[in-house]
């Protein structure tokens, strides 16, 4: 389906928003590596220079949850991901 371009404008964010906030909260289920897997993309995400403060606050908070779940799970999962958070450990990706 191929309609009509939407960029990520305030007003569309706030329609988004507006449409989402209030909404029945989504629940999933995943795979321990797979939640980790995940959990650490978000926090390369988190990293954008082209987030915006409240992006960058919602990116943060659903990853530290997701974090502490699998933090209950794994003490080495816990604490790969509490270095992932460490900017000072990030490495240039080589294309």
Request: proline content about 5%.
């Amino acid at each position: 389906m191929s309609g009509p371009a939407i960029t990520l404008s305030d007003e569309v964010m706030r329609a988004l928003a507006h449409e989402l906030l209030n909404a029945t909260p989504i629940r999933t289920e995943l795979p321990g590596f797979e939640a980790f897997t995940l959990c650490a993309a978000l926090q390369l995400a988190w990293r954008h220079p082209a987030l915006t403060d409240l992006q960058r606050a919602i990116v943060e908070k659903a990853t530290r949850d997701l974090q502490e779940a699998i933090g209950q799970r794994s003490l080495l999962a816990r604490e790969l991901l509490v270095h992932g958070w460490n900017t000072a450990l990030d490495v240039e990706a080589k294309p």
